[in-house]
């Protein structure tokens, strides 16, 4: 995805360019009547540091965890009537930034559903900046939860280098998932820098 961002350094106007690239990674759950779906999401999102003359132009770097979500929010139209719930530490690469749950509702199947959504703020990732997303159905907060905080705590620059390279990696909080790129098994993994995605968020 290409974001053009246009900022004014002095007397100059620069305008910017960047590519972001996203990594996938989704978990069947139970989600009730609906049955196994792939209903739990975690998201990597990484995107260039832009700097000119002392200056961060690429905005992710100052944004909060609610500008993250609204800009979330903005890219599914399946994603709606969120609000912030609660705010708590993480770290992420060695770097202690904030994760903030929000609750919203998602469309799935046809069915409205209750979800938690994860942000955390942008921490550094070598030369990118890195953020990452949870998403799953609220019903199943008390065990996913912790295994969204597990993936947060346990992205690698890895994940970047997969992305950037299109090659797939793997996140997870074990039992019986797999990863691949075709789309089997009970979590599926996938990563490109123009990418929708094909479980909660549509």
């Known amino acids: 995805e290409e974001v053009v961002v246009e900022r004014e350094v002095g007397p100059l106007s620069e305008q910017v360019s960047v590519t972001n ?91 409205d559903i209750d979800v938690d959504v994860h942000v955390s703020e942008a921490v550094e990732a070598g030369e990118d900046l890195l953020v990452s997303i949870g998403v799953y159905p609220q019903q199943l907060r008390g065990q996913e939860e912790a295994n969204i905080v597990s993936l947060m705590e346990s992205v690698t620059t890895d994940v970047d280098e997969d992305a950037s390279s299109g090659e797939s990696g793997s996140d997870g909080d074990g039992g019986n998932e797999s990863s691949d790129d075709s789309g089997s098994g009970n979590e599926t993994n996938s990563s490109d820098g123009n990418e929708s995605d094909d479980g909660l968020l549509n």
């Open 21 to 111: 690239y996203k990594t996938t990674h989704e978990k069947a759950v139970d989600m009730g009547p609906l049955g196994q779906q792939r209903g739990a999401v975690f998201i990597v999102l990484t995107t260039p540091q832009v700097s000119l003359l002392g200056r961060e132009f690429n905005p992710v770097e100052e944004m909060s965890a609610t500008e993250l979500m609204e800009l979330v929010a903005s890219n599914y139209d399946g994603l709606g009537d969120v609000s912030p719930d609660e705010e708590f530490s993480v770290s992420i690469l060695e770097e202690e930034t904030t994760r903030s749950r929000f609750t919203g509702e998602a469309q799935f199947d046809g069915a």
